[in-house]
């Protein structure tokens, strides 16, 4: 990470999906994603995409991000997740196996060194 200039810890507001800007509640689905930095994340400038996997199956929400896609360069791998405080990626009731409904369509893009 330290070739992109990003440490653990390095945050940015994003758009969990790409195809839901905006919306309220959104759902998510098990399985890939495509999120939209809000905000610049180290050399990653506002609009890159960021490509991961989503897992419905606990209370929360889990994305990893795996690759980023700025709009004017090569894809560069990362190692991210999204967050946001206050348990606001929790699943509400209503959601069904393999979907979380979420009352947030924005988390917080967060470097780690690894996933746990």
């Known amino acids: 990470m330290r070739y992109v200039r990003l440490h653990v810890g ?3 507001l994003l758009e969990l999906d790409a195809n839901q800007v905006g919306a309220r509640p ?3 689905y ?3 994603i495509e999120s939209m930095l809000t905000e610049d994340l180290g ?3 506002a609009p890159t995409r960021l490509y991961g996997q989503v897992w419905t199956g606990g209370p929360q929400v889990v994305v990893r991000y795996y690759e980023a896609h700025p709009p004017d360069g090569d894809k560069v791998p990362i190692c991210a997740v999204a967050r946001l405080g206050n348990g606001q990626l929790r699943k509400r009731p209503e959601s069904k196996p393999g979907t979380a409904i979420l009352d947030y ?6 470097i780690v060194d690894s996933f746990r």
């Not at 369509?105 to 967060?110: E, P």
Request: hydrophobic fraction near 55%.
């Open 26 to 28: 959104i759902t998510l």
């Open 10 to 12: 390095d945050a940015a």
């Open 105 to 110: 369509s924005i988390a917080d893009a967060f």
């Open 43 to 45: 050399i990653f400038e």
């Open 30 to 32: 098990d399985g890939p």
